[in-house]
């Protein structure tokens, strides 16, 4: 199967120069558009990211060892900056967790406060509809001894007919 330039670059883990007579994408992608050569430079990310950074030459100067230099240090300033913002990334999500728990701690309390259960139930639908971000929730009590449900149900949020949660 084809290869591409940055195919390769990514498994051999080295900058790959291409040209239009070596790499089938230059030549047919970017040859209309002046573009000499290319130089693909694989991208050092973490865990299942993966990337090329690739700089494209239409003048009329040569590939030389400067280049493929600078060329480097740019990478190498790319790979900090895609790390930091992955990084970033992550901690929000967990930022955002830790605030979850938080919110769970609140139902604890309420369960173990001398409120009526129609409190506590309210108070469980209202941290869960914020909690997940959902639209609606409806809780309904269930009896297990007469085996039904108990009506009217907790319902919070926005519902587009609210008479019929309650059949």
Same mark, same amino acid.
């Given at each position: 199967p084809y290869q591409t330039g940055a195919d390769l670059a990514m498994r051999t883990r080295d900058p790959l120069i291409l040209t239009s007579s070596q790499d089938e994408a230059v030549r047919l992608a970017l040859a209309k558009f002046g573009v000499r050569f290319a130089v693909a430079f694989p991208l050092s990310l973490p865990g299942?990211?993966?990337?090329?950074m690739s700089l494209y030459f239409c003048g009329e100067q040569e590939v030389s060892d400067a280049l493929l230099e600078l060329g480097g240090i740019f990478v190498r300033q790319m790979d900090v900056a895609i790390k930091n913002s992955l990084l970033l990334k992550d901690r929000a999500a967990m930022a955002g967790l830790a605030w979850n728990l938080s919110g769970f701690q609140s139902v604890i309390q309420?369960?173990?406060?001398?409120?009526? @259960?129609?409190?506590? @139930?309210?108070?469980?639908?209202?941290?869960i509809l914020y909690m997940l971000d959902a639209d609606c929730?409806? @809780?309904?009590?269930?009896?297990?001894?007469e085996k039904e449900f108990g009506y009217p149900p907790i319902m919070k949020g926005?519902?587009?007919h609210p008479r019929s949660m309650h059949t």
């Open positions: 299942e990211f993966y990337g090329v309420s369960l173990a406060s001398n409120r009526s @259960l129609p409190q506590v @139930l309210n108070e469980v639908a209202s941290t929730v409806t @809780l309904y009590q269930y009896f297990e001894a926005s519902f587009r």
